[in-house]
C-alpha cells in the first residue's frame, strides 16, 4: 500500500539530527547493508521508535511490514505516508500482504520486518513468527538481522513520551538462504527463522 505523504529523504533530513541530539543516536555495521538488490532487516521490537531510527541508519529507502492494529496509530500512519507500508495481521498471516512483500523485495527493495510481530512488554525478545523466513527462502533477499539497543528505555509501551535515553542501531552481517529439496516448506522456514533470531540474539549481548 503507498500513499502520498512527507517526503522520505525530507524526514531523514529532519529526523536524523533531532535523533542524534536527542536519543544520541548511534550506528554500528552499516557497511553490511548491501547498496542494491532487495534486503530484508530484520531486527527486535521494543518502541514505536525502532522503525524511524532503523531507516535512520540506512541510505536506501526502507519499507515496512506493519501489524495491522498498529497501522492507525497517529505517529506510525504519519511515517507510514512517507514509506511502503504492508499491513499484516499479528501472526503476519495473509496471502496478500505475503505477496505484495515478495514482489517488493523482488523489485530489489529494502523491507523492515519485526519477526516477534509486536512490541515487547518486559524488553526480552518474544517468540518470533515464521513469516520472515518465508520471505528470505522465496525471494533470495539478503537477511541483515538489527538490533535496535535502547528504545526500550527511551519508549517503552507503558512510556507516555519518549525520553532522552541512548539508542544504538547495529546491522549484522548478511545472510542468505536457499530452499532445500525433501524438506518442507514450513520446517525450512522455521529453521531459517530460528537462524535470524540467533542471530539477533547475539547481537543484543
Known sequence: MIEKGPPYSLLKA??????????RLT?????????????IIASNH???????????GIKRKVGFIIIDTYYNKPLIKWFCKSTECIPVSEEMEGAGS???????????NVLCIFPEGGRTRDGQLLPAKSGVGILALLTGATVIPTVVKGSFQAYAP????????????????????AQKEGISKKEQAKEVTDIIMEKIKSLCR
Open 46 to 56: 521494543a518502541s514505536f521508535i525502532d522503525p524511524l531510527v532503523i531507516a535512520a
Open 27 to 39: 550506528f554500528k555495521g552499516q557497511e553490511n547493508i548491501p547498496s542494491d538488490g532487495g534486503v
Open 158 to 177: 507503558h512510556h507516555r513520551f519518549p525520553r532522552p535515553k541512548r539508542i544504538e542501531v547495529i546491522f549484522g552481517k548478511g545472510l542468505n538462504f
Open 98 to 108: 505475503m505477496k505484495q512483500a515478495i514482489k517488493y523485495l523482488k523489485r530489489g
Open 14 to 23: 529532519i529526523g536524523i539530527p533531532l535523533f542524534k541530539i536527542y536519543f
